[in-house]
Structure formats: C-alpha cells, structure tokens
C-alpha cells in the first residue's frame, strides 16, 4: 500500500490533520485528526511502500508496545486510512 497522492499532514492549532488537495480530491469533504503515534506512523511511511506489518513494525520500535497489540491497532488503523480513501 501506499499513502494516496494529494493528501498531506499539517499541523493546525497543535493539532495533526490531513489534508486533501488538487482536482483528484476534489470530492474529500473529511477532516481526518491524528494522534501522536498515528502522527509518526504517517511521517515514517510518507512516499513509501508498507503493509500492517510495516506499520506494526514502527510502533514496536517506537513504543513500549507487544507485537500482538501493535498488529492489531496497525490493521485498525490501516483499516480505517482504507476506508477513508487515505491509501491506495
């Protein structure tokens, strides 16, 4: 997967957003917020190739955090980019 071109984060009153521009994204009326750790998930993957894996992966070697609860909230938070139309 990979993150959707036209989508950026920007930092907003102290807080992380997404940002949808030009004519391919016309159409995205979200505001998407992210936390912390959702935060450096983006930042890590920007521009890049990754899977549930690849995300569970970075929160392991970021926070004090168990393989299994990472996996799961890596796919949860894939799952919900996916729905939103964040990735492709």
Do not use: P
């Not at 807080?15 to 992210?34: C, M, P, Q, R, T």
């Not at 970075?58 to 964040?86: P, S």
């Amino acid at each position: 997967m990979k993150i959707k071109k036209g989508f950026e984060l920007r930092e907003v009153c102290d807080e992380h957003i997404i940002v949808a521009y030009g004519k391919e994204n016309i159409d995205f009326n979200k505001v998407i917020s992210l936390n912390e750790s959702a935060t450096y998930l983006w930042k890590a993957i920007v521009d890049k190739e990754f899977t549930a894996d690849t995300l569970a992966s970075l929160l392991c070697a970021e926070y004090e955090v168990d393989a299994e609860t990472a996996k799961r909230d890596a796919q949860a938070l894939l799952d919900e980019w996916t729905k939103v139309g964040l990735v492709e």
